[in-house]
């Protein structure tokens, strides 16, 4: 028997589709001939979708032709409420008690609630601090990566012949699209300039940075094969990617490879002025032309959606001279963990934007709206574009908005047969303290001085499509796997950790294959006569908060950073040869730290000690990019001889404590383990660092920088 559908809203159709395993986009007459289909070849009976039977939204009857509304769970409208609410809401902000969620520097990081399938109102949920990221991350510095990331996306031109409201098509592996990137312009003034200068350590004083670039791009989901599906039974996963996480382990996910190449690059610099007593910024620029091609991979674990890792590869040309470079962080970690909490949100859109993922499957007609992890859509209706037709949709990101920090708007143009838009436009403007904040409240007002830098910054691009492949399979997210593997069975024990706080100098290193452990070091200290305040505070009751070794064929030298109980703060450098002795303990240097950092040994977290992440690290199931010419260790745990390792414990407190104390709940620090080594070879000069968070055992990424030597 065929059913008669008709009578049946959208929402409903979707229902049985989905029971029936079927795709959900489409039109609600595509929708209908697909379930018909699905009849002749299988005679299961319509599938009603669950729910009360007397709900009005469900029994609305719609003609093929008529207007299709969706009920109110398709689309979300909040009540509009005023800036001090928003901020609340978002932030649990209590200006005289310490129920707060948003921590930068020393403070907690939180993470955004997500929601999945529904536009929602994002709150930031409290977390314990972990990682040395979310501890000690400059907050200046991340908001500026926020502010060139937001826009970060493809988009794309493309015709279409027929212009009717539909729901966004999903991916697929195999899915491939090629675009151009035009009109992009970053001008940068002031302390954002920072973050573009340290990249590559010039010591030019630049005040201004503008940099102009075009060049095209491609987006692919890669598809994998059956050598990924190693302990799976049968193909029914295929297209799926086996990639390894933080901890070492292999996940099923969906791998997305996004290339972007900038023929045409150009980059002025200006400097202060020259003119006596003016602080201006001098109008006149040097500069020189070049090119940059950036090849970004993330993996999106298949059963949870996570982000488990994202890899960059970069090069870059420029007055004459030829970089390049790998970095790759795992999870939504690091950095990206610290931009969430600013601006919830802003990862769904390092990436080309997925139109299913932004609206979810909601109906695209005129007028309707939602929001997804921070970005409130408006579907403007059907725009000509060179003579086609098609939607209009503008989004915009509400806390840039409501925290006064500027204005980040996208436009952008979609059609049923992509699952990316058609092109986009973005404006994005940071300008903080430089712009009109008449209308800004002083909660936002504050907020924006303290987490975001001197100076302004903009940034414009358009990209367009100019080719389409479709892939067949639809991603498998939301399934479980045979071999997916169970992270707590190698997450350590609250007895393989060192609660070494209440009254230990140190995290304990107890190396074996490093000939002077931090052990040997600190026996040195009463034969170091010049370093009196550093032998003062480890006689008493400070402690070592960053330690980090330099070993040579027979000698190691230690630069030992010490907290004393007042606040006071220093560090000390010696090198031992032998079994710590007067003659063998050599002094070389002392001194004092400028920036405040705290002594609270309640703070300080169990960790692993560094011997025991040293056997981590060195393992090459779980971490084979470490082990080999070009990583830390040589083989079998045995590190290069210029593989330095070292160590810091983050507790919260700063220049910044009376505010972070006003926004925030501190509970504990982090400690984090960080290996570095520099060499040269086949002509190149090689730069390679990582960072592990030593309470988990969990790596949050690494990072390898190339010049021609």
């Known amino acids: 028997m065929v059913n008669d559908y008709s009578s049946l809203t959208v929402v409903a159709l979707k229902e049985i589709c989905r029971a029936r395993n079927l795709p959900l986009s489409g039109r609600k007459s595509e929708i209908i001939e697909r379930l018909l289909a699905s009849e002749i070849v299988d005679s299961n009976p319509v599938v009603e979708p669950s729910g009360p039977a007397d709900e009005e939204e469900d029994s609305i009857s719609l003609d093929e032709d008529e207007e299709i509304v969706e009920p109110s769970d398709e689309v979300m409208v909040a ?40 536009p929602a109102i994002v709150s930031l949920k409290k977390q314990r601090p972990t990682t040395l990221i979310e501890q000690l991350q400059n907050p200046k510095i991340a908001v500026v990566l926020i502010t060139l990331l937001l826009a970060g996306s493809g988009w794309y031109w493309y015709s279409i012949n027929q212009l009717e409201p539909f729901t966004p098509d999903n991916l697929r592996y195999g899915d491939e699209m090629g675009y151009t990137i035009t009109n992009g312009n970053i001008d940068v003034t002031d302390e954002f300039v920072t973050m573009f200068s340290d990249q590559f350590e010039s010591e030019e004083e630049i005040c201004r940075l503008r940099v102009a670039f075009s060049g095209s791009g491609s987006t692919v989901i890669s598809k994998g094969t059956e050598s990924d599906l190693v302990g799976e039974a049968g193909d029914s996963l295929l297209g799926a990617v086996r990639a390894r996480g933080g901890l070492g382990l292999p996940w099923l996910t969906v791998e997305k490879v996004h290339t972007h190449d900038y023929q045409e690059l150009d980059i002025q610099r200006h400097s202060p002025s020259v003119i006596p007593g003016s602080n201006q910024c001098s109008d006149l620029s040097v500069g020189g032309s070049g090119r940059m091609n950036l090849v970004t991979t993330s993996w999106d674990e298949i059963g949870e959606r996570d982000t488990i890792a994202t890899q960059a590869d970069w090069s870059l040309d420029i007055d004459t001279t030829h970089r390049e470079g790998v970095a790759m962080s795992y999870g939504v970690g690091g950095t990206f963990d610290l931009l969430e909490s600013v601006l919830p949100g802003v990862a769904i859109i390092l990436s080309p934007i997925e139109v299913s993922a932004l609206i979810g499957d909601s109906l695209i007609e005129t007028g309707v709206t939602g929001s997804y992890l921070g970005w409130n859509w408006n579907v403007i209706g059907p725009d000509n574009i060179g003579g086609t037709d098609m939607w209009k949709v503008v989004v915009d990101h509400e806390n840039v908005r409501d925290l006064c920090l500027g204005s980040a708007m996208i436009t952008i143009w979609i059609e049923e047969s992509s699952p990316w838009a058609i092109q986009q436009q973005v404006d994005l403007s940071i300008t903080g303290k430089e712009g009109n904040r ?30 389409l492949q479709r892939g067949e399979k639809l991603l498998d997210l939301g399934r479980s796997y045979a071999s997916r593997p169970n992270p707590v069975a190698w997450t350590p024990s609250s007895s393989e950790l060192e609660d070494w706080g209440d009254d230990e100098i140190h995290l304990p290193d107890n190396s074996i294959i490093r000939t002077h452990p931090l052990e040997s070091a600190l026996e040195c200290v009463p034969y170091l006569s010049e370093a009196v305040a550093a032998r003062a505070a480890l006689s008493g009751d400070g402690y070592v908060w960053r330690a980090i070794d330099q070993r040579t064929a027979s000698t190691t030298t230690w630069n030992i950073s010490w907290v004393e109980t007042d606040d006071t703060s220093g560090w000390v450098r010696m090198a031992i040869s032998d079994s710590p002795s007067d003659d063998n303990c050599t002094y070389e240097a002392h001194g004092a730290h400028d920036n405040s950092i705290s002594w609270d040994r309640n703070d300080i977290p169990a960790a692993l000690n560094m011997s025991e992440m040293e056997q981590r690290l060195s393992d090459e199931s779980r971490y084979l990019d470490f082990t080999g010419t070009n990583g830390f260790f040589i083989s079998d745990g045995i590190p290069h001889q210029n593989t330095r390792f070292g160590h810091l414990v983050a507790i919260p407190g700063s220049d910044y404590t009376d505010w972070i104390n006003r926004l925030s709940e501190i509970e504990n620090g982090a400690t984090t383990v960080d290996l570095s080594r520099k060499w040269d070879s086949g002509g190149w000069s090689n730069t390679l660092t990582m960072a592990a968070d030593a309470t988990d055992g969990r790596v949050i990424g690494w990072n390898l920088y190339r010049t021609p030597s």
Not at 439 to 465: K, M, V
């Open 79 to 118: 009540e509009k409420i005023d800036d001090e609410e928003i901020l609340e809401a978002t932030l649990e902000f209590e200006e005289t008690e310490s129920e707060n969620t948003m921590e930068i520097l020393e403070a907690e990081i939180h993470e955004a609630e997500v929601i999945e399938d529904l």
């Open 438 to 467: 008449a209308g800004c409240s002083t909660t936002s007002t504050i907020l924006s001085d303290l987490f975001f830098p001197e100076g302004t910054l903009d940034y414009q691009i358009t990209f367009a499509r100019s080719s």
